[in-house]
């Protein structure tokens, strides 16, 4: 629980007849600083901002700022934006919170496609692996698909082990896995570095058990991309697993995640908006989470429906976003990769 862009300004100074000028003064209310658009002779229109609290305008001081909470005011100094903090601060917080839903309730762009098949990627761990020889996450049906030679024929054992998408033969032992991990993460890549994050907290591959190495690991993770990297750092604060139990951190990065595309937080926040009675905010977490493949979710939508929280045209909606999922990553060769095993099921 992860832009805006200021009011441009016309550097060249006009002189406006102010007998033939229509000149119009506008605020939405007495909090916000005063908007000054003053038409022409010519048509054309010249937009002034002025400082909220001393009324300067930009002419007169080029040092003007938005307030970076709620984008509607600008201040001139630190002093002004101090001064007129009381007066503001309603309307700001107000204001900063619509900001703040409009993008957590957006509908984050959807994960790469298996790079081999082309398909939607399943979300299941399993369904999915990751290749450290050349940074690659291709599908389960892709990473289990047999190899054979231009006549038809399965090729040897070695050929079989494979990467699917580069050729590259698997790593035979541990310390060769981690050696092309390193590799990986001197490339700067983020799921490599989340990865043996998880190593170090679990103490695994070689790895000492350090929870600050890995909430360390995951915060840089999570700077380049990796959104299940916020997951694992809102987890820790939720779990207080190397550090201190602390909820509203847990949630701040479960946000992150979840804008970031993750659906596991995502179903987080609604649990966390259901506990606390908001429904409506709980259903529109569920919702996103269920587009995104989200089993837990599709439940949490029709118990929600048969509480009387949800329409049933809510829960139709649901069952038909996880539909359309399903028709999107479904394959036979997928189907195959899953009969051999629950560590390639993919839905």
């Known amino acids: 629980m992860s832009s805006e862009k200021e009011d441009g300004v016309c550097e060249n100074k006009l002189s406006i007849d102010l007998v033939d000028a229509q000149c119009s003064i506008g605020s ?3 909090t916000q600083g005063i908007g000054l658009s003053i038409n022409n002779n010519n048509n054309s229109t010249i937009s002034v901002s002025v400082c909220a609290n001393c009324g300067k305008g930009e002419e007169e001081s080029h040092k003007l700022k ?7 005011v600008k201040h001139c100094s630190r002093d002004c934006q101090i001064a007129h903090r009381l007066q503001h601060k309603k309307e700001c917080r107000k204001r900063a919170a619509e900001l703040h839903d409009e993008k957590l309730f957006k509908q984050p762009p959807p994960k790469d496609d298996c790079p081999i098949c082309f398909l939607r990627m399943p979300i299941l761990n399993t369904g999915h692996r990751y290749q450290t020889c050349c940074g690659k996450v291709i599908c389960s049906g892709c990473a289990h698909a047999p190899v054979y030679d231009d006549q038809g024929n399965k090729v040897d054992e070695d050929k079989q082990n494979e990467c699917a998408f580069c050729r590259v033969v698997a790593p035979k032992s541990i310390e060769e896995a981690v050696k092309r991990l390193n590799k990986r993460i001197e490339a700067k890549d983020p799921i490599a570095i989340y990865n043996q994050g998880y190593y170090y907290r679990e103490g695994m591959n070689g790895f000492p058990q350090d ?3 890995a909430l360390e690991l995951w915060h840089r993770a999570a700077e380049l991309g990796e959104a299940e990297a916020y997951t694992s750092i809102g987890n820790a604060y939720y779990e207080g697993v190397g ?3 602390d909820n509203k951190k847990a949630i701040h990065y479960y946000e992150l ?7 596991y937080s995502r179903h987080n926040l609604g649990l966390e908006e259901e506990d606390t009675g908001n429904m409506a905010r709980a259903l529109k977490h ?4 269920v587009r995104g493949g989200h089993t837990g979710s599709l439940e949490a939508v029709k118990d929600l429906y048969t509480n009387g929280h949800a329409t049933k045209e809510d829960y139709t909606k649901a069952l038909k976003l996880y539909q359309t999922y399903l028709s999107e990553i479904k394959s036979d060769q997928r189907d195959k990769a899953a009969a051999v095993g629950d560590d390639n099921r993919y839905y």
Do not use: H, P, R
């Open 28 to 30: 939405s209310n007495s």
């Open 66 to 72: 938005s307030c970076t909470a709620c984008k509607l």
């Open 211 to 213: 929870y600050g190495k």
């Open 243 to 245: 550090v201190e139990v």
């Open 257 to 263: 995640a979840a804008m970031g595309g993750d659906v």
């Open 286 to 289: 569920y919702m996103i989470a």
